[in-house]
């Protein structure tokens, strides 16, 4: 137990198959379907099956939950892999147009060669464009089969794609939380060109690339500790100490050192090393040895992760401090107004996914609407701050 986590053998388990070596068998009682089902939450259980096998798998949590692990597992593969084809798909239909594209995480993670589709699922795939070649790429991916959406767009990227087998396609117009040098923007295509952080994956389609394994390294951190730190059910904290692993065994010790200046305006140095330690640590003396020093940055960062993903009480008060703190792009009174403004003026693609206004009235009535929604929400997140959740970061 570490600042009152309660570790269980099913997460004592799933952690350790997932980042340990299974060298030896389990030898602590285990509830089979708990700890798939933990795993499962965790994002880890593919990882988990793959590393362990059906019949190791079995002898550990039994043949049901054997059973239920494999039907996830078979689900996350397919996904995965549709989704690399899809982002080899939009290298081909981008390499014929001449416009160059950049694969992110988990497209880029597996392409690379870095990650297997076999452990790495995911719901979308990610691919940067320029802003001057994202409405030209659009039209040729939708003459290759690609449906648009009335989904929502962000500052760091376009409104999303849907291929009608494969999944959900983003063009991202900047890597969110990594820039070139803390002061400049957030990295774009050309920027990430010009420095020469991206390489083609194939001679054949030269204007098809994937970053550098530090880029990646960088993104994976900036994507979980700043973008979704705040607010974890969005993306499973656990797979960035996934990714994590995986860089570490690709690329090396010197990763970590070339990904830091990249995220230096917005994660903490301290959690960046945290997360590049922690998995190791997972690996070679478990979650006793991380817990076993309650102050250190790593024990701090694995009882954030599995609160996260497990307590949703803390989720939902770790959402206060989402909803009061501004992306560095948005400080000062301008980016607090911007902020705002984009808060509460929700467009009509976000009105019909929030609250299913479909019309002109319901559109007005949500915008009427949201502000007393917002409070109400901020309300809850103080109730269950009170509760001790936001106390126990």
């Not at 076999?118 to 030209?136: F, H, K, N, T």
């Amino acid at each position: 137990m570490a600042d009152g986590l309660l570790v269980s053998t099913e997460l004592n388990w799933a952690l350790v198959r997932a980042f340990g070596e299974p060298t030896e068998p389990w030898g602590p009682p285990l509830d089979g379907h708990r700890a798939v089902s933990m795993a499962g939450g965790l994002g880890l259980l593919p990882r988990i099956v793959h590393r362990l096998g059906p019949s190791r798998l079995a002898a550990e949590v039994g043949q049901e939950a054997t059973k239920e692990a494999l039907s996830g597992y078979r689900e996350s593969v397919l996904a995965s892999a549709k989704l690399v084809a899809l982002a080899r798909l939009v290298g081909r239909v981008a390499s014929g147009q001449g416009i160059r594209v950049v694969a992110l995480k988990h497209v880029a993670l597996c392409l690379a060669g870095i990650s297997s589709t076999a452990e790495r699922g995911a719901a979308d795939a990610d691919i940067l464009v320029s802003d001057d070649d994202a409405p030209r790429l659009t039209e040729a991916l939708v003459g290759a089969g690609i449906l648009t959406s009335s989904a929502p767009g962000y500052d760091h990227q376009h409104s999303p794609l849907l291929h009608p087998r494969a999944g959900m396609l983003e063009l991202h117009r900047t890597i969110p939380g990594v820039r070139p040098r803390p002061g400049d923007p957030e990295m774009t295509l050309e920027a990430l060109v010009a420095l020469g952080l991206a390489t083609p994956l194939d001679s054949a389609e030269p204007c098809f690339l994937v970053p550098r394994p530090h880029v990646l390294l960088a993104h994976a951190l900036a994507h979980t500790l700043y973008q979704h730190g705040l607010d974890p059910g969005a993306y499973p904290p656990f797979k960035l100490l996934a990714d994590v692993a995986d860089l570490h065994l690709s690329a090396g010790e010197d990763l970590l050192r070339d990904a830091l200046p990249l995220i230096a305006a917005e994660v903490a140095e301290e959690d960046a090393r945290a997360a590049w330690t922690l998995s190791s640590a997972l690996a070679t003396g478990g979650v006793a040895t991380v817990l076993a020093s309650p102050e250190s940055a790593e024990a701090r960062l694995l009882a954030h992760f599995v609160r996260a993903a497990l307590e949703p009480e803390y989720g939902e008060a770790l959402k206060i401090r989402s909803a009061l703190s501004l992306p560095s792009d948005r400080r000062g009174p301008a980016g607090l107004l911007r902020w705002a403004w984009h808060t509460l003026a929700i467009s009509r693609a976000q009105a019909r996914v929030l609250y299913g206004a479909n019309t002109p009235a319901k559109y007005a009535l949500a915008l009427a609407a949201r502000p007393f929604h917002l409070a109400w929400k901020l309300a809850r997140y103080v109730t269950a701050a009170a509760r001790g959740g936001a106390g126990r970061s």
